[in-house]
């Protein structure tokens, strides 16, 4: 079939390669320069199936804060949902199926990106880990370990943690990676067009109409200005990848469309009558070099770590250290001085001049999610249109369903449902949210 994806985020790359995987006829349009240039730019960089659940973690920012009233009445009432433990137990088995298939693609295709495994979760006081206990007790069930630490279990794990930072214990998550997003994008999208993908760079979907085939218009939409501070990172070389085309609306069609547009969904599918709540959450990240001392080869961490009480991320991404912080609906294009001195203060508090002064690389970036935190996965109900949107419910997990995801939704479009690895999706369809 001929297949178009809108969106080349983690989601939209890795839903590429599937489907060219499959034997079918590829092109991705991004109105970006490169692949992994919004969204999933500087993220985390987290796989972690525990963290996908929203019990699990319960002091993160709520994410109701800031909101319409309406809006928090269609949150409190999804939660309530007497489908929603269902719900959540196919989210966590896509999450689990989801880091399998990152660690199968690894393998196979002999990729080498920036990566570590196990994420640490910190528990500064006792009253922290009185409240995720209940988290800790529904993993139980699910079957997945995640085991209790004493403070000095934690430094056993984690050598280069501050000895004077009050600590009273961790959660270590095994069945979890932390790695560079980015350059894993990039990596699957090298693989994806070995197998034919066509990348349309710097071009914006305007429309889609549904049918058989479908039909959607694009433009060729190329910067017409120097990129500013805040968006020089996200642009890149990719963009030759496109080929000259006429600065005019073009029609095309194809068998299916798969929307990955992230914060562009709304504006396509609204025109299809499929009108979602769906919530923009802002995330802010801080990368540097970790310094290297001979004598202190422990100065920043080994793996990733949570800091439960403000809800920021520590992640090692190669010989560099990064921070990440989400839960945010403030649009501003610059990370808040609140939030970047907050940043700070938890890398001081954990890992003391772990960070070299100069080069920091400051980061924003925009996800959106849905009033019941899960995501959005299958068809539209529109004939030939699917959607994958949602993952997460944070700027800082938009990785941990991608594999997983792309792999379902490829294998559904093609028909495809012999794998019995390919996990239930009950739950996670468009179909949950009619009134």
């Known amino acids: 079939m001929r297949i178009a994806i809108i969106g080349a985020g983690i989601a939209g790359v890795t839903t590429a390669f599937e489907l060219s995987a499959r034997g079918h006829q590829v092109t991705v349009f991004d109105r970006c320069g490169s692949v992994a240039a919004e969204g999933s730019f500087a993220n985390a960089g ?112 984690e050598p280069g943690l501050n000895p004077d930072q009050a600590l009273h214990g961790g959660i270590h998550l095994a069945q979890a990676e932390v790695g560079n997003c980015r350059q894993f994008a990039h990596q699957i999208r090298v693989a994806a067009q070995r197998l034919g993908t066509q990348f349309r760079f710097h071009t914006t979907v305007r429309s889609i109409s549904p049918g058989t085939p479908a039909q959607l218009v694009h433009e060729y939409t190329p910067p017409t200005e120097q990129p500013g501070p805040s968006t020089r990172y996200a642009e890149s070389k990719d963009a030759a990848d496109t080929h000259p085309a006429p600065h005019s609306p073009q029609q095309d069609s194809f068998d299916a469309i798969v929307v990955c547009a992230g914060t562009g969904a709304a504006a396509l599918l609204q025109p299809l009558g499929i009108k979602l709540a769906l919530a923009t959450l802002h995330g802010s990240s801080l990368t540097a070099l970790l310094r290297q001392l001979e004598a202190h080869p422990d100065l920043g961490p080994r793996a990733g770590l949570f800091d439960q009480a403000t809800g920021i991320s520590i992640s090692r991404i190669g010989q560099r250290i990064r921070l990440c ?103 996670l369809e468009l179909s949950r949210l009619a009134a």
Do not use: Y
Request: glycine residues 8%; hydrophobic residues 40%; positive net charge.
């Open 325 to 427: 912080q989400s839960g945010e609906f403030d649009a501003s294009p610059r990370i808040r001085p609140a939030a970047l001195t907050q940043m700070h203060k938890v890398l001081d508090d954990w890992f003391p001049g772990a960070m070299q002064a100069g080069q920091l690389q400051q980061w924003r970036g925009s996800q959106v999610h849905l009033p019941d935190g899960l995501p959005l996965l299958g068809q539209s109900g529109r004939s030939g249109v699917w959607l994958n949107l949602a993952h997460e419910p944070s700027a800082m997990l938009s990785w941990t369903l991608a594999c997983g995801a792309a792999s379902v939704i490829s294998s559904q479009i093609s028909g495809d449902q012999a794998g019995a690895d390919i996990p239930a999706t009950t739950g």
């Open 46 to 157: 987290i796989v972690a199936p525990a963290l996908a659940l929203p019990w699990t973690m319960p002091g993160w920012p709520s994410l109701g804060a800031g909101r319409s009233f309406g809006w928090q009445w269609q949150r409190r009432r999804a939660t309530q949902d007497k489908n929603a433990a269902a719900a959540h137990e196919n989210l966590f088995k896509l999450a689990q199926f989801s880091l399998q298939r990152l660690q199968t693609l690894r393998r196979s295709l002999k990729l080498d990106f920036e990566r570590a495994e196990g994420q640490l979760v910190l528990l500064r006081t006792e009253r922290e880990l009185k409240q995720i206990q209940p988290g800790l007790d529904r993993l139980a069930q699910f079957g997945l370990s995640a085991k209790l630490l004493s403070a000095e279990e934690c430094r056993a794990v």
